[in-house]
């Protein structure tokens, strides 16, 4: 168990549609990162929270957004879905000081976009 | 930009056989190496890492050393056995608190 806890794990939407996933990081980690990963594009990084400010930006959509909440759960938002969004999400949190950048993956949501 | 480059898969071995799983990468400066796991239906776990030129990282029976001279970072395990199925990400990031830039995975299936 890593200490990232993400939900759902299993999403079914149809296409147009919004959807929210949740991210609980470990306990003291101040970073959220999310990824996608999907079958043909592997994991591509999306977006990094930072103690509730976004600290870097990815490959995400514009129809995309995410935040991170002053308990520092974040959420990604994932609107007008198309049938390409369908993947497995991943969050990661790492830890607010070390020498180099160690990432605790939760289990991921696989949104399926019908 | 940053780039992780590893073999493609799939890598089908037999139980106790040598595994090697090559990843070079392109960066400036002196990233951090990361080789991570992802075992079916689950999140990807890390597995090994190395900071600096020359260090190995080493777990479960698995190491890769950094190398900065071929800008690689190799994995290799003696004797695999049929729990070792798995995808293997090999990842950098370069420096502390930023993302981690990931290879495309290679799928790794051991048949007894």
């Known amino acids: 168990d890593s200490g990232v806890t993400q939900t759902p794990k299993h999403l079914i939407t149809a296409t147009g549609q919004r959807v929210t996933l949740r991210c609980s990081p470990r306990?003291?980690?101040?970073?959220v990162y999310w990824y996608q990963q999907s079958l043909d594009q592997g994991l591509q990084f999306l977006i990094q929270?930072?103690?509730?400010?976004?600290?870097a930006k990815g490959n995400i959509l514009e129809r995309f957004s995410a935040q991170q909440f002053p308990d520092l759960h974040s959420e990604l938002n994932l609107s007008s879905l198309e049938l390409g969004d369908s993947a497995l999400y991943f969050c990661?949190?790492?830890?607010?000081?070390?020498?180099?950048?160690?990432?605790?993956f939760g289990q991921g949501t696989r949104l399926t976009v019908v | 930009g940053n780039s992780v480059t590893q073999m493609e898969g799939p890598v089908t071995l037999s139980e106790e056989a040598f595994l090697t799983i090559n990843c070079t990468y392109t960066a400036t400066g002196y990233p951090s190496l990361f080789w991570y796991v992802q075992y079916p239906g689950e999140g990807l776990q890390l597995l090994l890492k190395?900071?600096?030129?020359?260090d190995k990282g080493s777990n479960k029976g698995f190491e890769a050393t950094y190398r900065k001279e071929t800008t690689s970072f190799h994995l290799e395990k003696g004797s695999v056995q049929v729990s070792d199925s798995a995808v293997y990400f090999c990842a950098l990031s370069k420096a502390a608190g930023n993302k981690l830039t990931f290879g495309g995975g290679t799928r790794v299936l051991v048949k007894p």
């Open positions: 929270y930072y103690n509730g400010e976004e600290r």
């Open positions: 306990s003291g980690d101040l970073s």
């Open positions: 190395a900071t600096k030129a020359d």
């Open positions: 990661a949190s790492g830890p607010k000081t070390g020498l180099f950048t160690e990432a605790f």
